[in-house]
């Protein structure tokens, strides 16, 4: 199974991006997923997670609001809508699938994982 991250880039306070992950195979269809990110000498942190249907999500406090997670499953993508952006969101983002079918906000919980894109908010 490969993850594979796009869309980080540099941008502005404020601004927006759309984080992208493609998965390999199947299996993504019937796993939780997660987007997570580590920023310079930080330890990895949720982001935001949804179940295999999708119809659940949990995020972190610190992005409520303004990043919306979700997924097709047809295509096995997820994607991370990141609005409002500040630079304490400047870090690698990851995304991850979970060995069940919900989320988790632990990263223990997530066999599977992605390169990383970075995104960098100016101020």
């Known amino acids: 199974v490969q993850l594979v991250e796009s869309g980080g880039g540099l941008v502005q306070t404020g601004d927006s991006l759309r984080l992208s992950c493609a998965i390999s195979?199947?299996?993504?269809?019937?796993?939780?997923m997660a987007w997570f990110r580590q920023a310079p000498g930080e330890e990895r942190e949720f982001v935001a997670g949804l179940d295999w249907r999708g119809g659940t999500t949990i995020y972190a406090d610190s992005v409520k609001a303004r990043f919306t997670i979700s997924r097709d499953n047809p295509k096995n993508m997820l994607y991370l809508q990141m609005n409002s952006l500040k630079p304490e969101d400047t870090a690698v983002y990851y995304c991850a699938a979970a060995r069940s079918a919900v989320a988790s906000r632990q990263a223990r919980n997530y066999n599977y994982w992605g390169q990383g894109t970075q995104v960098t908010v100016s101020s």
């Open positions: 195979r199947r299996l993504f269809s019937n796993n939780g």
